[in-house]
Nanobody, 118 residues
Framework: QVQLVESGGDLVQPGGSLRLSCAASSSIFIFNAMGWYRQAPGKERELVADITKSGFKNYADSVKGRFTISRDNAKNMLYLQMNSLKPEDTAVYYC????????????WGQGTQVTVSS
């Protein structure tokens, strides 16, 4: 069984910073990719950033230059450092892990709320 648990969401002022963490119940080296998604009320869930097993990183245009995705394999942790936060970053942020052995499988955390407001 794989469990993903997010933490670090908070209320923050525009221009502020937050670091989100995702703790995995298994060794994260088994995943082909891990990433962060977000969903605002009434909106579709969208990819924020992901990182492949080889270390390749991808970012949504809206966060490029402001957010940084990273991982710590020894601690089974995934991180998202968010700087220069904007009100439009307000959403529930979800941790995702992807694996493809004999078939595709996605694992999701429960989400953590990020609110950017004055």
């Amino acid at each position: 069984q794989v469990q993903l648990v997010e933490s670090g969401g908070d209320l923050v002022q525009p221009g502020g910073s937050l670091r989100l963490s995702c703790a995995a119940s298994s060794s994260i080296f088994i995943f082909n990719a891990m990433g962060w998604y977000r969903q605002a009320p009434g909106k579709e869930r969208e990819l924020v950033a992901d990182i492949t097993k080889s270390g390749f990183k991808n970012y949504a245009d809206s966060v490029k230059g402001r957010f940084t995705i990273s991982r710590d394999n020894a601690k089974n942790m995934l991180y998202l450092q968010m700087n220069s936060l904007k009100p439009e970053d307000t959403a529930v942020y979800y941790c995702n892990a992807y694996i493809n052995l004999i078939n595709e499988r996605n694992f999701w955390g429960q989400g953590t709320q990020v609110t950017v407001s004055s």
